[in-house]
């Protein structure tokens, strides 16, 4: 078969097309050596194929009888770039071929008045005017754009091929004017927690909405306002600064002194005030074993001052043990330390010390729930050292009554062991047992029972031996 090659009448150029169809029409009739295929596929799926510049239907598509020899495998689809391939295809050979089809995208020149405005696309934001965008698929747009001083604009585009696009967008002012003075000048200006300058100050553009506007000097106290600002509106404002109290910072050697300002209890060193009023103060301190000290100290307005006791030792001590642990210490009404056990065991607590002024007689009460309470009188020299073992009375309470064949017993039950016996306290300190066998009856005992008149009285006592609270 002999193919004539033609030049047309307009330019003389070759239709190699109609050599493709003659090879596709030799191929599709059976002619040739041993026939092959093309097993074309496209992403995304639906290309419209094209072998040697003829249509060949959609992909994913298989081409069989295909004679040996090299092919044009084209792919086309709408919105996308069209996509070529050569391949040569061998003698009965089931040759694959897969492209990937790249998205066409549009230019979008984007511009604004004023510039510097943010632009936002389907929730992402592209940058800052002027732009220019050239990653959009095409199709139809909607333009977010957004500044801090204007009020925000949406505008539409539509990208319809790689022939560029232009929107413009003319931006609202968003902003008022601030003209901030006060008394004294010299004062910090913030709105909502930014530093925009320092008074005397005019501020153009000022967000329009809710603001809270802070005026600050060293020294006295902010002024605050929250204003509602409207857009291209002008304000004022001229804050009156009142000064800040003084401050006092009281040191002691040794620390945990207490602190008496112009008769008033109002701390322990060290100790920091900042609410003092300006003019003269009476600074007095105390700590127990020490003597009192005091000074008076005139205050500046608006100053932090400080001021040191280096206190003087007027006691001895009391090296106190205690016969249970937990117990209630006061030194003349007041409550000064309550007794910790010693290696765990209650009924012993460790030495507790306490400083008492030399020279003098101390009043030590001893409270502890559950027993007698105690007092005793205490005096020691300078740094003497006096000790004392204290056993407090347990108040002995009935709580069981235990009925055998011959008697009723009435005591404080302690224990029953394995086979039944019981063991109790009849007495303070008299221990006695029964086996069950002679039991016939145990019942509870309370304290609004007659056999505990006593027990009641001596805890009424230790109620009442409680100092007051001071």
Same mark, same amino acid.
């Given at each position: 078969m002999r193919t004539t090659i033609k030049r047309s009448h307009t330019g003389g150029r070759v239709v190699w097309s109609l050599i493709m169809c003659s090879a596709v029409a030799l191929l599709a009739s059976g002619c040739g050596p041993g026939k092959g295929s093309l097993s074309v596929s496209s992403e995304p799926s639906g290309a419209h194929v094209s072998i040697n510049g003829s249509e060949q239907g959609t992909a994913p598509v298989k081409l069989p009888g295909l004679v040996p020899g090299e092919y044009v495998v084209e792919l086309r689809k709408e919105g996308y770039d069209p996509a070529y391939k050569s391949v040569a295809l061998l003698e009965k050979q089931d040759l694959a071929v897969d492209l990937t089809l790249r998205q066409t995208t549009g230019l979008l020149l984007v511009e604004s008045f004023p510039e510097g405005v943010d632009v936002v696309i389907d929730g992402v934001s592209k940058g800052n005017t002027p732009l220019l965008i050239s990653d959009l698929p095409?199709?139809?747009?909607?333009?977010?754009?957004?500044?801090?001083?204007?009020?925000?604009?949406?505008?539409?585009?539509?990208?319809?091929?790689?022939?560029?696009?232009?929107?413009?967008?003319?931006?609202?002012?968003?902003?008022?004017?601030?003209?901030?003075?006060?008394?004294?000048?010299?004062?910090?200006?913030?709105?909502?927690?930014?530093?925009?300058?320092?008074?005397?100050?005019?501020?153009?553009? *000022? +967000? &329009?909405?809710?603001?809270?506007?802070? =005026?600050?000097?060293?020294?006295?106290?902010?002024? /605050?306002?929250?204003? $509602? @600002?409207?857009?291209?509106?002008?304000?004022?404002?001229?804050?009156?600064?009142?000064?800040?109290?003084?401050?006092?910072? *009281? +040191? &002691?050697?040794?620390?945990?002194?207490? =602190?008496?300002?112009?008769?008033?209890?109002?701390? /322990?060193?060290?100790? $920091? @005030?900042?609410?003092?009023?300006?003019?003269?103060?009476?600074?007095?301190?105390?700590?127990?074993?020490?003597?009192?000290?005091?000074?008076?100290?005139?205050?500046?307005?608006?100053?932090?001052?400080?001021?040191?006791?280096?206190?003087?030792?007027?006691?001895?001590?009391?090296?106190?043990?205690?016969?249970?642990?937990?117990?209630?210490?006061?030194?003349?009404?007041?409550?000064?330390?309550?007794?910790?056990?010693?290696?765990?065991?209650?009924?012993?607590?460790?030495?507790?010390?306490?400083?008492?002024?030399?020279?003098?007689?101390?009043?030590?009460?001893?409270?502890?729930?559950?027993?007698?309470?105690?007092?005793?009188?205490?005096?020691?020299?300078?740094?003497?050292?006096?000790?004392?073992?204290?056993?407090?009375?347990?108040?002995?309470?009935?709580?069981?009554?235990?009925?055998?064949?011959?008697d009723v017993i009435k005591c404080r039950l302690e224990y029953e062991l394995p086979n039944g016996t019981l063991y109790y306290e009849v007495r303070p300190g008299i221990f006695d047992s029964r086996p069950k066998s002679v039991i016939r009856n145990v019942e509870p005992i309370t304290l609004s029972d007659e056999s505990n008149l006593d027990a009641r009285r001596l805890m009424e006592m230790n109620k009442q031996a409680v100092p007051a609270e001071r």
């Open positions: 095409l199709g139809s747009y909607k333009l977010e754009f957004r500044s801090p001083t204007h009020l925000p604009r949406t505008l539409s585009a539509e990208l319809v091929d790689r022939k560029p696009v232009r929107v413009v967008a003319d931006l609202v002012s968003n902003t008022a004017k601030l003209v901030v003075t006060s008394d004294p000048a010299g004062a910090e200006i913030r709105i909502n927690g930014i530093a925009v300058g320092v008074t005397p100050a005019t501020l153009e553009d *000022v +967000i &329009s909405g809710e603001s809270d506007i802070k =005026v600050w000097k060293q020294g006295y106290a902010p002024f /605050t306002q929250r204003m $509602t @600002l409207e857009a291209t509106q002008s304000y004022r404002i001229n804050p009156e600064l009142a000064a800040l109290p003084s401050g006092l910072t *009281v +040191i &002691s050697q040794p620390e945990g002194a207490e =602190v008496v300002i112009d008769h008033t209890r109002v701390g /322990t060193t060290p100790l $920091t @005030l900042d609410n003092l009023k300006e003019g003269s103060h009476q600074i007095a301190v105390s700590l127990a074993g020490y003597e009192t000290a005091s000074k008076t100290l005139y205050l500046e307005p608006d100053f932090k001052d400080s001021i040191d006791f280096s206190l003087v030792k007027n006691s001895g001590s009391l090296m106190l043990v205690t016969e249970p642990a937990h117990v209630q210490v006061y030194v003349d009404g007041i409550l000064r330390a309550t007794t910790q056990p010693k290696g765990g065991a209650e009924t012993l607590s460790k030495p507790e010390e306490m400083l008492l002024q030399y020279g003098i007689d101390h009043n030590i009460q001893l409270v502890c729930e559950g027993y007698v309470s105690s007092t005793l009188s205490v005096s020691t020299e300078l740094d003497e050292v006096v000790t004392r073992h204290e056993i407090l009375k347990r108040i002995f309470i009935y709580d069981t009554q235990i009925t055998t064949d011959t």
